[in-house]
């Protein structure tokens, strides 16, 4: 048996963990400092801008589309094993085209999806304001609407993915922190593991990692914030609940007239840190009222804040060997979309060990 140990257990290191669950030669542990989707994962919104996002050729795309696909068949694969129900939304992505923004982009978009053998419509605004009620404002244009673009709840679909590498037989260790790798043994604060294969998937905590490894992968944090609105009256038709993305806003159904409301972008000062600002996540709230007016009338019953690990000056993601190491592979680094590349990253990473 070839001895893997993943660092992380959040949802990069949660799918790596079950794709390679599914590998026989393979004895898999994964060591977390604290709990399943504890840190970034557990403040994401699961919005998956795969075929909607502007990406279309080379790595970007590819690591997408591979996503996209990977998920069609990961998800029954884990309701039908772990018997839990992955909340996903499959009305797709629609995103509000401003007289500020470039029609022509989108329709270059559209023909390259069609080749692609991707679906995205472009809507004119009268048709938008029919399908979608809620919407008012007089500067938007047209709406793009991805049918094929999904959002999934992350800390479920992370717990699913434990649930079913456990079930599979790979050893999860909670509560465990890795500090360094020496002699070919991985150090924690309890103990020494022995390995073959070194998978680093700690978000932010990936840096320090490296740091010890005398390669520092420069990660840095952009913190954003969001919000759980309860409203009243449903936002539009009851039957066409997709998320809605507009001024870089997502408006996520969530159900019983619950939406999540994100994400801010902030970025790290100089000395590479960053505090939420209450303010910034107020100015969200007006700029989504700017577009849907109804969100005035809602009700904020949760707040908080998460920060996205981003390679400083190179692409994210970072899915390769550290460099001097043929045994240890970097699997961090998904900035905003880590949620939307996860399945493909885990892919990536088996084919790297295999
Ligand atoms: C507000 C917000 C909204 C977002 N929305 C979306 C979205 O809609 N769609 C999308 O695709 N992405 C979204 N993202 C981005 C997404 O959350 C991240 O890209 C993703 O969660 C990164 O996952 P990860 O597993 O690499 O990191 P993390 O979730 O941060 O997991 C890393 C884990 O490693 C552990 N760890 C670190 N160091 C050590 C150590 N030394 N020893 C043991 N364990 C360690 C940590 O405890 C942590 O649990 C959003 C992010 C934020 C903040």
Known sequence: MTKVIVVGCGIIGAAIAYELSLMSHLDVTVIEQNK???????????????????????????????????????????????????????????KLVFAEDKLEKWQKLQQ?????????????????????PQIENDNIIAGIYSPQDRQINPKILTEALVKAATQNGVNFQLGVRVTDYKNQLLVTNQGLLELDY?????????????????????????????????????????????????????????????????????????????????ELLETLKQNAIAF????????????????????????????????????????????RNGVLLAPATALEVRDLIS
């Not at 069609?114 to 304001?129: D, K, N, P, S």
């Not at 969001?226 to 998320?243: C, N, W």
């Not at 994400?263 to 960053?274: I, K, L, M, R, S």
């Open 292 to 335: 849907c007016p109804a969100l005035a009338n809602g009700k904020v019953i949760e707040t908080w804040y998460g920060k996205r690990p981003r390679p400083q000056g190179q692409a994210a993601p970072v899915i390769e060997k550290l460099a001097g190491y043929d045994n240890i592979i970097l699997a961090t680094g998904h900035y």
């Open 198 to 278: 070194l998978i680093i998937a700690a978000g932010l905590g990936s840096t320090p990692l490296t740091t010890s490894l005398q390669q520092t992968l420069d990660l840095r944090p952009v913190l954003g914030q969001a919000m759980k609105i309860k409203l009243e009256k449903t936002l539009g038709l009851k039957d066409f609940q997709p998320v809605i993305t507009g001024k870089d806003i997502h408006i996520v159904p969530l159900g019983n007239q619950e939406y999540w409301l994100g994400a801010t972008v902030e970025f790290p000062d100089e000395a590479g840190e960053v505090i939420a600002e209450t």
């Open 112 to 132: 390259t999806r069609q080749e692609q053998g991707w679906q995205l419509a472009i809507w004119h605004r009268e048709y938008l304001f029919q399908k979608c």
């Open 36 to 94: 399943p989707a504890s840190d970034s994962t557990g403040a994401a919104l699961g919005v998956l801008m795969g075929i909607i996002s502007g990406k279309t050729k080379s790595r970007a795309w590819r690591l997408r589309e591979k996503s996209l696909k990977r998920y069609e068949t990961l998800l029954p694969e884990l309701e039908s094993q772990t018997g839990t129900t992955i909340p996903v939304n499959r009305q797709g992505i629609l």
